[in-house]
């Protein structure tokens, strides 16, 4: 009986969202690597294809995620609060954690046949998660931070505060979060185009 109230519950459509967001990450991931490997050659049209996926699939998954967290987590105290952080943390620790690990041994077993080396475990875990587990990782810390709403009134105001910051932070509005934005900017371009950060 529970299981049909669950399969009732579930939202077709962003079961259908998150499958064409996993297909434009395969496809993304498939073409960098094939490139990286020079087994294709990096012409203008893998340029438009990879920037154009680039530009909104992991915005998709993000955008799934907030909704589910949004329509199904209710956190209005602390002891909540902690509740969810301890089923956050096992349901994208977990996997985060073996999938890390299982990538960090396999390359480096066979570091001399991959685009990408690693550095140490710990920092790998901690500091700087693997392509592509970190997206758990960050996910991890959205719903850490990430207030939950009571009414639609209530999100919209998030929402126009969430808004408000990233403009502020993109015309340099507040000076000290710029700098924080611009390095962190940096760095993501840095990660994303490695040819630019020479």
Same mark, same amino acid.
């Given at each position: 009986m529970s299981e049909q109230i669950t399969v009732r519950t579930r939202e077709k459509w962003v079961d259908d969202v998150k499958v064409i967001a996993c297909i434009l990450v395969v496809l993304g991931h498939f073409f960098q690597s094939m490139t990286k490997a020079n087994i294709l050659p990096e012409n203008d049209l893998y340029e438009w294809f990879d920037t154009t996926i680039y530009y909104f699939h992991v915005p998709l998954f993000f955008i799934c995620s @907030?909704? /589910? *967290?949004?329509? *199904?987590?209710?956190?209005?105290?602390?002891?909540?609060?902690?509740?969810?952080?301890a089923k956050k943390a096992l349901a994208l620790g977990v996997p985060y954690v073996t999938f890390t690990i299982a990538t960090w041994v396999l390359k480096k077993v066979f570091s001399s046949s991959v685009?990408?080396? /690693?550095?140490?475990?710990?920092?790998?875990?901690?500091?700087?998660?693997?392509?592509? *587990?970190? *997206?758990?990782?960050?996910?991890f810390f959205i719903f850490l931070i990430t207030?939950?709403?009571?009414?639609?009134?209530?999100?919209? /105001? @998030?929402?126009?505060?969430?808004?408000?910051?990233?403009?502020? /932070?993109?015309?340099? @509005?507040?000076?000290?979060?710029?700098?924080?934005?611009?390095s962190f900017k940096r760095d993501m371009v840095c990660a994303r185009y490695e040819h630019l950060c020479v």
């Amino acid at each position: 009986m529970s299981e049909q109230i669950t399969v009732r519950t579930r939202e077709k459509w962003v079961d259908d969202v998150k499958v064409i967001a996993c297909i434009l990450v395969v496809l993304g991931h498939f073409f960098q690597s094939m490139t990286k490997a020079n087994i294709l050659p990096e012409n203008d049209l893998y340029e438009w294809f990879d920037t154009t996926i680039y530009y909104f699939h992991v915005p998709l998954f993000f955008i799934c995620s @907030g909704y /589910i *967290y949004q329509k *199904y987590s209710k956190v209005n105290s602390v002891s909540n609060w902690c509740k969810n952080v301890a089923k956050k943390a096992l349901a994208l620790g977990v996997p985060y954690v073996t999938f890390t690990i299982a990538t960090w041994v396999l390359k480096k077993v066979f570091s001399s046949s991959v685009n990408d080396q /690693i550095g140490g475990l710990g920092d790998t875990i901690l500091l700087h998660p693997t392509a592509p *587990y970190w *997206y758990l990782y960050a996910l991890f810390f959205i719903f850490l931070i990430t207030p939950t709403f009571s009414s639609v009134k209530a999100a919209a /105001i @998030g929402l126009m505060v969430a808004v408000t910051v990233k403009l502020l /932070i993109l015309t340099g @509005g507040v000076q000290r979060l710029r700098s924080v934005d611009s390095s962190f900017k940096r760095d993501m371009v840095c990660a994303r185009y490695e040819h630019l950060c020479v």
